[in-house]
């Protein structure tokens, strides 16, 4: 499949002014703005990430960039190019590559990334995809999990809960309200959900050296959370989905609480802030509700 | 295997100054020497660049980062950091993961490859790496494929042939090599061979608009190639397995015809450079030998 599935994939990438050289030499050359980059990797697999059987490829494609836009968001970052391998079944290694790019090229090229190189290989195996994503930090520098303080506020961005009925696949990564958040507020850390809201909170809390209370009362649930609890196969509350199930894809931030009031009140992005909770001294997570005794939460999300 | 591991290997990655912040955080930051990055990516899988079942997981680590190491060779690139993705076999995951690493790290470590992060998983498939190297250029900039010109002597490193013997686990990629060649003195063009050496310096000429000579008295033939061309299930003379046979991963240069005589007395590397012909204004592949005329040669190799 490769020198010819490589002709058709070169005349279908965008040219980059950051690429210099692509598709088609060794290595791919990339200009970055300065000497600082930030590189995140995902691999996913059918099976356990995804049912090619009953998943789009499309779906997969746009989703395999997705998750590392959602990670260079998360450091505040821009994504600037990419390297992509994939393992194709032999069977259908041509038409799962097409539609597999027809899924992420219009991604890739409505956040200006560069598809700047990778490896296409097929075998007697099941699908596979691993990218690689280049960014570069802005103006501010990046946003790390470790930069929270005691008493800054924690907002997020969107709802929270039953992806699985879709959004896994279809979320907008953050990336530039993340860069604007950075380069306008004093947003101090950051990490996006991927693995469930408290455990990733939980995380960013130990990441910064702090604890995380949350106002139980101010989680901002989805409707798809609401569905799956309202099911006949409910493994829980709305919230128990909004606080604990994966892949929401949504930020997490620490940000100083003079800049997190401004934010909540004036709501700058098209996506909602809310101020669910803040970091605290004593480490762990804690919740908390009107009229009741603050009281330990469990972390609980996809653990591996 | 996911946290636990994640702490397993951050004990044993060595701290580097490039890498700001590495494994844990959404992405690592690294910080390059100035703006221009290059970045390759190969993927590797069980049953298709190795059997599990008969190698050392060991030569599959060592293997999976030296086929990029070579990738950024061929561009006589620095490398800097690799971000590295598993996809394990459930049953032995942690021993597989420990022993892969186990061969990688030394590795990365006599090239200075800071491990910056990545992802690691398990599932119910077949093994697969895949490595994404990031490198930067030297001084001269990065050897390109495209730059031969006609009249550029062709030189090789190395010995070629025969490297499913052994070789194409355990080759040196030749890194310090390549940079010291394009720092002092007239490269116009490199490539590794991974695919053959015919093959591969086909390519090479052909990017560079160009054809090229080779006097076939001239190729460096490995005792590996003399070894398989006198089994019992040889498959063509050493000849063919020096010009045809994949994974040699030495250096194919094209280099101004003063530089070129220069390097070939000298000899100012530790692995010999051998000047097998030249490049032509005439596209293709052609063979030369004393006493005969010119005749086409077909570029043979590794081909998807």
Redesign the interface.
């Known amino acids: ?3 010819e599935f490589i002709e058709w994939l070169r005349d279908r990438v965008a040219a980059s002014s950051a690429v ?2 692509g598709i ?20 996913l ?4 990430d995804f049912e090619l059987e009953s998943a789009d490829m499309r779906r997969i494609g746009r989703k395999a960039l997705a998750v590392n836009l959602s ?2 968001a ?2 505040a ?1 821009r994504p600037v ?1 990419a ?5 194709l079944p032999l069977s259908r290694a041509r038409w799962y590559a097409e539609e597999f790019y027809a899924g992420l090229l219009p991604l890739a090229e409505k956040y200006s990334v560069a598809v ?4 296409t ?6 699908f ?1 995809v ?1 990218i ?4 570069t ?1 802005p103006q501010a520098g ?1 946003a ?3 930069g929270g303080q005691v008493g800054d506020e924690i907002l997020v961005t969107g709802e929270f809960g039953g992806s699985i009925l879709g959004r896994h696949f279809d979320f907008e990564p953050r990336v530039a309200e993340a860069i604007w958040l950075r380069e306008h507020e004093e947003v101090h850390a950051a ?2 959900v991927s693995d469930g809201l408290s455990l990733d909170l939980f995380r960013l809390a130990a ?1 910064s050296s702090c604890g995380a209370e949350i106002d139980l009362s101010q989680i901002p649930i989805s409707a798809a959370a609401h569905e799956l609890a309202e099911g006949s196969e409910s493994s829980g509350s709305a919230l128990d989905h909004a606080l604990s199930d994966g892949e929401d894809f949504e930020l997490v931030l620490a940000v100083e609480a003079e800049s997190a009031a401004r934010l909540v009140s004036s709501q700058p992005l098209s996506v909602p802030l809310t101020r669910i909770g803040r970091l605290v001294a004593e480490p762990g997570l804690w919740q908390i509700s009107p009229g009741n005794p603050r009281a330990p939460l469990k972390p609980r999300g996809w ?2």
Chains 1, 2 share one sequence.
């Open positions: 499949v490769e020198a210099l050289t088609g030499d060794d290595a791919a050359i990339i200009r970055l703005p300065g000497p600082l980059a930030v590189l995140t990797s995902d691999m697999m059918d099976g356990v990670d260079v998360a450091m970052c190019a390297v992509i391998s994939l393992a700047a190189g990778g490896d290989n097929t075998w007697n195996g099941p596979v691993n690689t994503l280049l960014g930090p990046p790390l999990r470790s990490i996006d990441a653990e591996y």
